[in-house]
């Protein structure tokens, strides 16, 4: 079997193959496709729980990021999972880590207008003070968006 199969098998949500796969290849727990996305980052963004919690149960680290610098939280705060995102954060996934644009996950919620996922943020810590590389704040997104249920959350927790 080749990697991209077992890629495939982790975007398809195939359990059964992906454990098979990682016991006759091991190192692929850590390995990375043509984009830079780690098993981890894939099996998330595509909210395939079961894999996900397979490969955090063998030791995929949470906060692993791909070519552009975003985490599978990042991915799924982007695509609104507010499951996979418990999962994550309870496996220890940082809240407020930034992409390579400074981008953290709160910054993505707003940006795609995520309510329930920006809450879910906030109540594990999520800071509205982090700044991208042009000096916004998650606060100051969901402003220019004029998303007003945001701004008040947000409003209420600096």
């Given at each position: 079997?080749?990697?991209?199969?077992?890629?495939?098998?982790?975007?398809?949500?195939?359990?059964?193959?992906?454990?098979?796969?990682?016991?006759?290849?091991?190192?692929?727990?850590?390995?990375?496709d043509?984009?830079?996305?780690?098993?981890?980052?894939?099996?998330?963004?595509?909210?395939?729980?079961?894999?996900?919690?397979?490969?955090?149960?063998?030791?995929?680290?949470v906060?692993?990021?791909?070519?552009?610098?975003?985490?599978?939280?990042?991915?799924?705060?982007?695509?609104?999972?507010?499951?996979?995102?418990?999962?994550?954060?309870?496996?220890?996934?940082?809240v407020?880590?930034?992409?390579?644009?400074?981008?953290?996950?709160?910054?993505?919620?707003?940006?795609?207008?995520?309510?329930?996922?920006?809450?879910?943020?906030?109540?594990?810590?999520?800071?509205?003070?982090?700044?991208?590389?042009?000096?916004?704040?998650?606060?100051?997104?969901?402003?220019?968006?004029?998303?007003?249920?945001?701004?008040?959350?947000?409003?209420?927790?600096?």
């Amino acid at each position: 079997m080749e990697i991209t199969a077992f890629f495939d098998q982790v975007r398809q949500g195939d359990l059964a193959g992906v454990r098979d796969s990682l016991q006759a290849h091991p190192q692929w727990l850590s390995a990375r496709d043509p984009r830079g996305s780690t098993p981890l980052i894939m099996a998330s963004y595509y909210d395939r729980r079961e894999v996900v919690e397979y490969l955090l149960a063998q030791g995929a680290p949470v906060d692993e990021k791909d070519g552009s610098g975003n985490t599978a939280l990042m991915g799924v705060c982007f695509k609104g999972y507010p499951e996979m995102a418990k999962i994550l954060i309870g496996a220890g996934a940082s809240v407020d880590a930034p992409n390579s644009m400074g981008t953290t996950c709160l910054i993505f919620a707003v940006t795609f207008n995520r309510e329930p996922m920006a809450r879910l943020l906030l109540e594990h810590g999520a800071s509205v003070a982090v700044r991208d590389t042009q000096g916004q704040t998650a606060l100051d997104h969901a402003r220019r968006l004029g998303l007003t249920g945001l701004v008040a959350l947000m409003e209420n927790k600096s």
